[in-house]
């Protein structure tokens, strides 16, 4: 199994795929990262050399990915958190960021559905 990053790559999968276990990059990160490296993109990790696989790192080190994107992201967002900007509020509030509906969707940012008590009408 090969190890970039401090990532575990999967030995059966293709090597394009396999790099998208790393935070950071996706499939056509992957490419670019491949085609710079000179590696075919068809191969599978567990037969790539040595030599291959220190080239690929090589390439991913002139990326952003992993621990270094995460801090960055969670600074960006604790700096919106305190300028106090509407993303930074919602943020704050637990509610999606993005200009998503809130009435009837959203229980991946809400949570659970909080049940409310029924009203007792009126007696006549």
């Given at each position: 199994?090969?190890?970039?990053?401090?990532?575990?790559?999967?030995?059966?999968?293709?090597?394009?795929?396999?790099?998208?276990?790393?935070?950071?990059?996706g499939?056509?990160?992957?490419?670019?990262?491949?085609?710079?490296?000179?590696?075919?993109?068809?191969k599978?990790?567990?037969?790539?050399?040595?030599?291959?696989?220190?080239?690929?790192?090589?390439?991913?080190?002139?990326?952003m990915?992993?621990?270094?994107?995460?801090?960055?992201?969670?600074?960006?967002?604790?700096?919106?958190?305190?300028?106090?900007?509407?993303?930074?509020?919602?943020?704050?509030?637990?509610l999606?960021?993005?200009?998503?509906?809130?009435?009837?969707?959203?229980?991946?940012?809400?949570?659970?559905?909080?049940?409310?008590?029924?009203?007792?009408?009126?007696?006549?």
């Open positions: 199994m090969a190890r970039i990053k401090g990532v575990d790559i999967p030995n059966d999968k293709r090597i394009e795929l396999a790099l998208t276990y790393i935070y950071g990059i499939r056509s990160l992957a490419n670019k990262i491949l085609t710079a490296a000179k590696v075919d993109i068809n599978r990790t567990k037969d790539l050399d040595n030599d291959e696989i220190a080239r690929i790192r090589e390439e991913v080190d002139k990326y990915v992993e621990g270094d994107l995460r801090r960055e992201v969670n600074m960006n967002i604790k700096t919106k958190m305190e300028i106090g900007c509407y993303q930074g509020v919602r943020h704050k509030k637990g999606p960021v993005r200009g998503q509906r809130t009435r009837s969707n959203a229980r991946t940012r809400k949570g659970r559905g909080k049940v409310v008590a029924n009203k007792k009408k009126a007696a006549k």
